[in-house]
């Protein structure tokens, strides 16, 4: 099967699926009734990878590769445009195998000029392809994907995985941009957010479980039956950043993906410490279903609503709702006590 087809098989297969949420329902944000503050003074501004942004939005790495990738690309690249937000093309190496389908990804590029374009490769990627895959989009930055459940479940997929942490190292050394590690639904954990720092990549995208699930996509191309044991394989969303901040400490930017379609799951994931939040599976189903202009509006909701959180909060940025007290309770504080993390520090920080 051609890499064209297996790209708009994951379209499709995505599309078709419930979008799902990712589970952030132990994590309670507490009520302030005394903000002191007027709306209009919230700001979404973040920092991060040594720039400013408007929003800690972004769009996540989804397409390239086939005719209907052009067309998915070049509309998302007009709503970067219009949005101001960073947006990652999906995986380059398609255009390595076929140059007649570099437009695809070219496409991000040619509709947002001026706008933060991120190229987009796996761990197998050489500093070579590295080098030529930032060159083809004059990219800002590079995502490294890192997807072993979705390969092992693959028909054909790879099961060779030696030397991941080398190879990812080997990159960032001899590339300008800064390199973003990035899950792609399973999570990320302590123990390879460290490893990760080693390696030196700028930010970890922790990419958790809740939202696309690829060992869900990959039973649906091939027909096969997928045990529950696999469909439930995973470190969830909030959990993975919770162990991800707590390791990583400020060192490096740490990003949330994984089921971020909810205003109140994005709050929660920046008070836990995310600079930035990636969508995939909402602008993608967003856009094929209802159109660009549905999707610009989607975007522009979420920031409202956002805003009205951080306001009920009492926090008028973002670092000031990284200061906001949360509750840590159930399956999620268990987990964090298991693993030495104190969830008390989050329910008694103080916004003053
Ligand atoms: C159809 C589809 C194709 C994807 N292709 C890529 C890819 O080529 N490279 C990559 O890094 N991530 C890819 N992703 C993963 C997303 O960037 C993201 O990590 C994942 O979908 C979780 O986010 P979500 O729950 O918001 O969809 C793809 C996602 C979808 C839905």
Known sequence: MSRAHRKNEHIYHSLKKRMSRADFK?????????????????????????????SPLFINAITGGSQMAYRINSALADVA????????????????????????????????????????????????MASKAVKMLNADALQIHINVPQELVMKGGDRDFRDMSNRIKKVVNNI???????????????????????????????GGRGGTNFIAIEGSRSGRYIPESLLEWGIPTAISLIETVETIKGRIDIFASGGMNNALDIARALSLGAKAVGLAAMPLNTLVKYGRRTLIKKIYDLEN???????????????????APLVITGFTSEWLERRGINSDNYARRSLV
């Open 26 to 54: 132990d994590i309670s944000f507490i009520h302030n009734c005394l903000p002191n503050m007027a709306f209009n003074q919230v700001s979404l501004k973040t920092e991060y990878m040594g720039r400013t942004y408007r």
């Open 305 to 323: 609503e956002l805003k009205l959180i951080m306001m009920m909060t009492g926090s008028s940025s973002i670092a000031g709702l990284q200061k």
């Open 81 to 128: 445009r219009v949005c101001n937000m960073p947006m990652a093309v999906g995986s380059q190496m398609a255009a390595f195998e076929d140059s007649s389908c570099t437009d695809s990804f070219t496409i991000a590029r040619k509709n947002n000029p001026g706008g933060e374009v991120w190229a987009n490769l796996g761990t197998y990627a050489s500093p070579e």
């Open 176 to 206: 300008e941009v800064p390199v973003i590690a990035k899950e792609v639904g399973f999570g990320v954990a302590r123990e390879q957010a460290e490893a990760l720092l080693k390696a030196g990549v700028s930010a970890i995208d922790v």
